[in-house]
């Protein structure tokens, strides 16, 4: 691993004072990719494709990656074309030096794209904080993992780190993962290999675009869970599954879901909504039935964002006035004075938030 020094070297202390952060880290990645006096890097040490369209990226981190716990997402930033990017990505922790990074090619995605497609060995990548809240339970009621998709990543740092940690042998688990197609399908022979191995962990695959194909989730996979009053139960999916997943899954004792894509709740909604903006004191009208997020973007406003999936907080602002409307479930909020995430909210009436 290299790395600099936990304690920074006089030299480094009186370069960094003489030509600044920036061009201190710019001579030091010189010498070494993963050297910073500040920044969390990542070099690509390895790369497989783990399914179609999917890639996994085996990563070396430097001294200033924060790993997250199993079942958390990190801000992935990279350069494509000499501009910026971030995108969240669940990552697996290897060991102390290494995590894997997997990601499936989107359409239109450019960070998605330039991951699987361009990016190669030796290549840099730079992380932020940790968050997410799907975390391994401190209790021993069953765990119900459902994931679609991509939402298969945080689930397989959860089994992984179930195993690690000798819980899979206590606790009833039950992952259940929804994909097109066979070829789709990640982390498959992992996980049925964990399941040979602990008999209270039980793996499905179900593949709604093969011959004969499974059902979408739907509540006759509900009959087949014993005692979901006592289960704790995680999703991960697009936001149509996980808006299914609520709507199944009250009875649970616990719930816990993610969304990695807006699937847009069909809008009829057609004109534009004013909205004003306190702390830049502008008035922008962006159109109904849309992320404000996209909509103040598009009128060359750049708030503070992160994920654009509802997860890291990073949009969220005051709503001081104005009612809105929750993207991934529909949900309306007319309350003065609330948090609002701007990422996956549409403007219902003119709004007054502060940006
Ligand atoms: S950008 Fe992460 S919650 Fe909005």
Redesign the pocket.
């Known amino acids: 691993m290299h790395a600099i020094a936990k304690q920074k070297s006089p030299i480094n202390s009186i370069f960094e004072m003489v030509v600044g952060r920036h061009h201190t880290n710019f001579w030091l990645q010189k010498i070494n990719p993963l050297w910073s006096i500040h920044q969390a890097l990542g070099k690509i040490i390895e790369k497989n494709q783990s399914a179609q369209d999917t890639i996994s990226l085996t990563i070396e981190v430097n001294r200033h990656f924060k790993m997250g716990q199993a079942g958390q997402h990190h801000p992935v930033i990279v350069e494509v074309n000499g501009r910026r990017y971030e995108r969240t990505y669940s990552l697996t922790q290897l060991d102390a030096h290494r995590v894997l990074l997997t990601v499936k090619k989107v359409a239109e995605g450019i960070v998605s794209q330039w991951l699987t497609e361009t990016a190669q060995i030796g290549d840099v990548l730079e992380f932020g904080q940790p968050y997410g809240e799907m975390l391994i339970p401190k209790t021993e009621q069953p765990l119900v993992l459902l994931a679609a998709g991509s939402g298969i990543t945080p689930m397989y740092s959860l089994v992984k780190k179930l195993a690690e940690l000798g819980h899979l042998g206590q606790k009833s688990v039950w992952l259940m993962y929804w994909v097109k197609k066979n070829q789709d399908a990640v982390f498959k022979m992992r996980f049925e290999t964990i399941a040979e191995q602990y008999p209270s962990f039980k793996f499905d695959v179900f593949y709604t675009q093969e011959n004969p194909s499974d059902a979408r989730l739907n509540a006759e996979y509900l009959d087949q869970i014993q005692s979901l009053e006592k289960s704790i139960v995680y999703v991960c999916g697009p936001s149509g599954f996980v808006t299914t997943a609520e709507q199944l899954f009250k009875k649970a004792q616990q719930f816990k879901s993610e969304a990695f894509s807006l699937t847009p709740i069909i809008s009829e909604e057609t004109g534009f909504i004013n909205v004003t903006l306190t702390q830049s004191n502008k008035v922008v009208a962006i159109p109904k039935g849309q992320s404000i997020l996209l909509g103040l973007e598009q009128q060359n406003i750049k708030p503070q964002?992160?994920?654009?999936?509802?997860?890291?907080?990073?949009?969220?602002c005051n709503k001081a006035q104005g009612s809105t409307k929750n993207l991934v479930n529909g949900q309306e909020n007319m309350e003065p004075n609330n948090l609002l995430?701007?990422?996956?909210n549409s403007a219902q009436t003119d709004l007054v938030i502060d940006i």
């Open positions: 964002h992160g994920c654009r999936m509802g997860i890291c907080n990073k949009c969220a995430r701007i990422c996956v």
